[in-house]
């Protein structure tokens, strides 16, 4: 068998929280090539699971299996466009949640999940997602979030810089989480998915994490990812998830990191 090659550096890792329940699923694939080379692509997804103890956990589970086995099923044939092998493995993993859901409606009617799936090639990554589990890259310094939030939180920014709210009201609002599309067996409400990818550069580091990792700043997310760029992508993902225990919040959500250094 023809070992693959890879020339990044990838893990990730996740915390419980002060829950009684992990309802993160995450997964790291590599993806062959096609045709076949020496260099495989990265397939990183996570997903939050929603609906409490109705069903997250097996909501986030089957959403990122379904995902995984869609996309290397027709990551080949697709190889020249990911996003469109994106597209259909999110179908196809909404599908097998509501085939899940459906096994027992009684309970599991308020079941679903945040997605986010993210594709790398040697120069270039494509992204879909559904919720407000993020996706951040830090280059030059500098952090940027590149996928859309689908939570309150977009709409509450809006109204701070409208001076309609205060900046402390982003922290406070209770309805700061609610989410406005997400994974439940239906079509989603709104699906982010850039058709063009995104140019990579040597040097860059990708985070994909649930909204746990939200309990940090962006400078505080910044600190880590700075302070010893010789850090392996482990160590900067249990070092981000140890920057989150220390904040020692009672209703701590689960958080889960994943890392890639280009």
Not at 90 to 113: P, R, S, Y
Not at 214 to 222: A, C, D, G, P
Request: net charge negative.
């Amino acid at each position: 068998m023809k070992t693959l090659l890879i020339d990044r550096d990838y893990a990730g890792c996740q915390t419980i929280g002060s829950r009684n329940q992990q309802q993160d699923a995450y997964a790291l694939s590599l993806v062959k090539s096609h045709p076949p080379s020496a260099l495989a692509s990265i397939l990183l997804v996570v997903a939050d699971g929603i609906g409490g103890h109705a069903g997250g956990r097996e909501a986030s589970a089957t959403v990122v299996q379904g995902f995984v086995e869609s996309f290397l099923e027709c990551g080949a044939a697709y190889a020249m466009q990911p996003a469109r092998a994106l597209g259909r493995s999110l179908k196809d993993a909404n599908n097998a949640l509501a085939v899940m859901i459906n096994t027992d409606f009684e309970h599991l009617a308020d079941a679903g999940t945040t997605l986010l799936a993210t594709v790398l090639n040697r120069e270039s990554l494509h992204w879909i997602s559904v919720g407000d589990s993020p996706l951040f890259l830090w280059r030059n310094n500098q952090l940027l979030r590149l996928n859309e939030d689908h939570s309150m939180r977009t709409l509450l920014a809006r109204k701070v810089a409208a001076g309609q709210l205060r900046p402390t009201d982003l922290e406070t609002h209770p309805q700061r989480n609610m989410l406005f599309s997400a994974l439940n067996g239906v079509e989603p409400e709104k699906v982010d998915a850039p058709s063009t990818p995104f140019p990579l550069q040597s040097g860059d580091i990708l985070l994909a994490a649930s909204d746990g990792i939200l309990t940090l700043q962006e400078s505080e997310i910044s600190e880590v990812l700075s302070t010893n760029p010789a850090q392996t992508a482990l160590e900067l993902a249990q070092n981000l998830l140890a920057q989150v225990a220390s904040k020692k919040l009672p209703a701590q959500d689960n958080t889960t990191v994943t890392v890639v250094k280009i």
